[in-house]
């Protein structure tokens, strides 16, 4: 029986291995969700809740891709409003307090795994993918579940690549999934370039 599609953003893998609180400046102009996949802002905003928080944000593009600046950090565990009281989303538009449209606490490791389900568009990942580089589709940019929160972003299957500038590595298929003739199979994978690594590039 195939898989149905049921996209979760990109969900720690086994353990969360450091999770970090960052801001979200005012007014942002995409949903930041659950579960998604988001990139730092090179800056740090003095805020009510800490001085210097560093600033994240969703890519302003259908693929987020590390080739277009924007340096990957990790996937939302929570949301907070303005005065760190838990909230489903960050809408865009969001205006909060006039300086922070509010908070997320995110997996930050560079050595942080992470499960999501490929768009299967065009193609499937194979396993004999396993160890190539993807990008992130994030539909009707960053267009998640407003009812749950829950993000939708998805591995871009036909996006394979060698290239370590392209944001997330495959490393294996999710143990109940049979990825062979299947479509929405979940994929175990890494952020490549990380804004916290030694191998992130310059934003």
Known sequence: MAQASAPFGFK???RVIHAGMYVVPTAPTLNIMLQDMVAADPAAIATTKGNGLAAVAIADSAIISTTVG????GSV???FDEDMDPILYIPAGRVGDGTVAGYVLV????DQLFL?????VTDDIALADVGLNFEIYSPGVSLGNTSTGISKQMIDSNSHATTITVSVKVLSAHPDDNPVNDHYSRWICKINAHFLGSNAAAV
């Open 12 to 14: 720690p893998w086994e």
């Open 70 to 73: 924007a340096i990957l950090l």
């Open 77 to 79: 565990l929570a949301c």
């Open 107 to 110: 997996a930050d490791s560079p």
């Open 116 to 120: 999501a389900q490929e768009d299967s």
